[in-house]
């Protein structure tokens, strides 16, 4: 059967279109498809396939999520971050999380391929076209702002779209101390509101994903 791949990627479209990829090399065969988080790891699990290709924004959480489990247990399999979205943040998240590639959207199907037959022989090396001046970018730009344990819990919970009143009672505090926290999140990514804080949180690298409706 050669190196088997699993294919996790919400739209039915890309994921149609990496599998003829995959038809055309004769070592790679694709065992199986998911099209969220959760369905990703379950297959990941029982499919056990050499290589998993997942996008990172799906429903029910980020590609990360599914590196992240896939890593946890095993050091063996390959995986590869397929997203639309490549920027710096991204290519880094991906890297901590334990990728063994990370390709952009806009490449060619056989690059992915070939991503996945790195990933099968090297998995726990990273290979990113633009790492090298990802690197450089960060070396020589400020510090992003420091959250504490507390505003960093408040900020997933404005992520996920909870309210003031919602996050202090998730967090079990009284409502001014949430909007005191909410305050200094604001204050230290620059930001006038919910939709500016996330969107600077995401470019930062302080958040994985956003509920959608926020912005």
């Known amino acids: 059967m050669g190196t088997t791949v699993l294919l996790v990627d919400d739209h039915e479209l890309i994921r149609q279109g990496l599998a003829r990829a995959f038809e055309r090399d004769d070592d790679m065969t694709v065992v199986g498809q998911a099209s969220s988080v959760g369905e990703g790891i379950s297959c990941w699990q029982e499919l056990q396939p050499d290589v998993v290709v997942t996008d990172l924004q799906m429903p029910g959480g980020s590609g990360l999520d599914v590196v992240r ?25 991906a890297m901590e999380a334990g990728a063994s590639a990370f390709v952009g959207k806009d490449t060619r199907a056989a690059e992915v391929v ?65 909007k005191t926290h909410i305050t200094h999140i604001y204050q230290k990514l620059g930001a006038a509101n919910r939709a500016q804080a996330l969107v600077t949180a995401m470019r930062l690298g302080l958040l994985d994903r956003a509920s959608p409706e926020r912005f």
């Open 69 to 93: 489990a896939i890593r946890t247990a095993s050091d063996s399999t390959g995986v590869v971050v397929l997203t639309m979205h490549a920027g710096d943040d991204q290519i880094f998240a």
């Open 114 to 178: 070939s991503a996945a037959r790195h990933a099968a022989v090297a998995p726990r090396t990273f290979l990113c076209a633009g790492l090298s001046q990802a690197v450089m970018r960060r070396a020589t730009s400020p510090a992003p702002p420091k959250l504490s344990g507390r505003e960093a819990e408040v900020l997933t919970l404005l992520a996920d779209g909870l309210g003031t009143g919602e996050i202090a009672s998730t967090l079990y505090m009284s409502e001014s101390t949430a």
